[in-house]
């Protein structure tokens, strides 16, 4: 499986600013989807990240609020914008391989609270 | 539309005493199914997966799941508990492959195992 590292772990922010998670694997990836869980909640999916592509967003999701990028096949980032308080949730990072196992491998999260 | 249901949400067990978690599934097609697990301020960690062939699926640290066709079922399980199995588990599906690789959480499940 993959290894999958995420910076920040952890940051508390200010209402208003803007946070940019990293993801980075360590072998090369088609697939590469960004998870929101908030406190208490099951996994939703923000976003689908294709290298060379525009981040295909679930509903509810915008890419104003939730940009993406995935500038090469082993990184990238999501950015929460103009954060509120309801922004506060753990954010994963997983991957699907080109090997077709089919098995979605989830990095170890960023805790993000919003003051 | 896929769906996953986790019908309870929290199992307590004592330790040496079976586990079962369970999980029901909606999708159009054969599912494939995970389970997941997410120990205490960790990502989630892959288990198993039901993807075709054997209903009885064998997985890491000793869990074992079975799919269940009629029932649209897929409980995890596990012969002897241990402490360590103390952890938040989540049921996934999602549809056989497709364009969209979209995975559907369950809501989650609480297991506590007593010593």
């Known amino acids: 499986s993959a290894v999958i590292s995420q910076k920040p772990s952890r940051d508390i922010c200010q209402r208003g600013t803007s946070l940019t998670i990293q993801c980075q694997v360590d072998s090369q990836v088609t697939m590469m989807f960004w998870y929101r869980q908030q406190p208490g909640q099951s996994l939703t999916l923000i976003a689908t990240a294709n290298q060379g592509s525009e981040a295909t967003y679930e509903s509810g999701f915008v890419i104003d609020k939730f940009p993406i990028s995935r500038p090469n096949l082993t990184f990238s980032t999501l950015t929460v914008s103009n954060m509120s308080p309801e922004d506060s949730s753990i954010y994963l990072c997983s991957v699907e391989g080109q090997s077709s196992t089919d098995t979605q491998y989830f990095g170890p999260g960023t805790r993000l609270t919003v003051l | 539309a896929q769906s996953v249901a986790q019908p309870e949400d929290q199992v307590n067990v004592a330790e040496g005493n079976p586990l079962t978690v369970k999980c029901t599934y909606s999708?159009?097609?054969?599912?494939?199914l995970f389970w997941y697990v997410q120990y205490p301020n960790r990502g989630l960690q892959f288990l198993l997966k039901?993807?075709?062939?054997?209903?009885l699926v064998k997985g890491s640290y000793g869990f074992e799941a079975e799919f269940n066709k009629s029932q649209t079922s897929f409980h995890l399980k596990k012969p002897s508990a241990l402490v360590s199995d103390s952890a938040l588990y989540f049921c996934?599906?999602?549809?056989?492959?497709?364009?969209?690789?979209?995975?559907?959480f369950g809501a989650g499940t609480t297991v506590t195992v007593r010593a």
């Open positions: 039901y993807i075709t062939g054997d209903n």
């Open positions: 999708v159009s097609g054969n599912p494939y």
């Open positions: 996934a599906v999602r549809a056989p492959r497709t364009n969209d690789y979209k995975l559907s």
